[in-house]
């Protein structure tokens, strides 16, 4: 299938599904705490309208985009999160997967802040993670929630307390192809798993031919695409096939791709781009990059289910917090092995990680600030509307919210 445009109706649909329990982790063997149904109450205001000067920013070899926030001054306030007038400016840096979300959320804030610089560097998740450890980056954009290598190392930064990981961003993972003169594809987890482990090689596979029977399979061998950095969308992708596919998938999850010899692209642009031009190929990808391309259909059970709103909510409505007593961490435990009729099991949850302790009390107003900005429902409906991704629902936010009453400076 074609992959159209799903903003709107992802919004609606996931909106509801993502009210979540507070307080957990990010450790992913933790104990799990059920979804509830309500949160604290927070205020999002910030405390301060000092500003900080700092010029923290990510030094990389890797080729990025930096965003600025740049946009003309109008009056501040123009939403519940950003209530003072700050000034000062913010670096951070990661997952690529969130490089449309932050560049529309930098251009609204400096709409409302026209004195606070925001620049983001689209290195990828675990870059991001490793510019905040090395104080590089005021926070780190993530499309996975800090394991505990990654939880240990941001508190030569963070301090003894460490970082905490805020959703604020959610969409589904999609599988796409590149094959001449066949518009959909149904592929189950052992297969999905095997064509990637490199055991499938060809396209008229018998396994691929007997879940598609009508489709005209050429005699081609199949490219796979993998990200060639430390990628959030390796790990949730490694993680689907792990849980779901069993015996097929031998490797462990994690940001690094496990298996030699395909194609690599660097960040959600690179692996897109082979994708698009180079027939054969078949790769993973945030589905907000992946417009206009044929997807696969995900087989669950006995069925196999379109990426979709309807379909990539039910996995979240799900899926529990992490819980080791982390104060403010909402970290989520996405179910990828779901039994559950009619769900697309492939889906990410990005993150902010920010520290729960700055040296700098205003850098702290203004990193809650910003992310108070991205919470709210127009710093939601501004990602929803850039880059196709889902707002999060009430429940969530005033947990986001209340996180950040956690984080502190000086």
Known sequence: MKLRRFAPTLAIAMAASLTLAACGDDNPTAEETPAADTADDADADADTDAGADTDAGADTDTDTETQDSGAETQDAGGTDAAGAELSGSLAAAGASAQNAAMTSWISAYGEVQPDVQVTYDSVGSGAGVTSLAQGAVDFAGSDSYLDEERREAVQDYCGDEGAINLPVYVSPIAVAFNLEGVDSLNLNAETIAKIFNQEITEWNDPEIAEQNPDADLPEERIVPVNRSDDSGTTDNFTKYLAAAAGDAWPHEPGQTWPVAGGEAGAQTAGVVSILSSTPGTIGYSDASAVEG?????????????????????????????????????????????????????????????????????????LVKDFISYVASPEGQDVAADGAGSAPISDGLREQVLGALDTVNGG
């Not at 403010?328 to 697309?344: N, R």
């Open 293 to 365: 391309m044929t997807l696969v259909n995900v087989g669950v059970g006995d069925d196999y289910v379109e990426l979709s709103p309807e379909a990539a909510s039910r996995v979240v409505e799900a899926s529990p917090l992490a819980d080791t007593g982390v104060e403010g961490d909402l970290a989520v435990d996405l179910d990828y092995a779901t039994t559950e009729a009619d769900a697309y099991p492939i889906v990410l949850i990005s993150y902010h990680v920010v520290c729960k302790n700055y040296q700098d009390a205003d850098k702290a107003n």
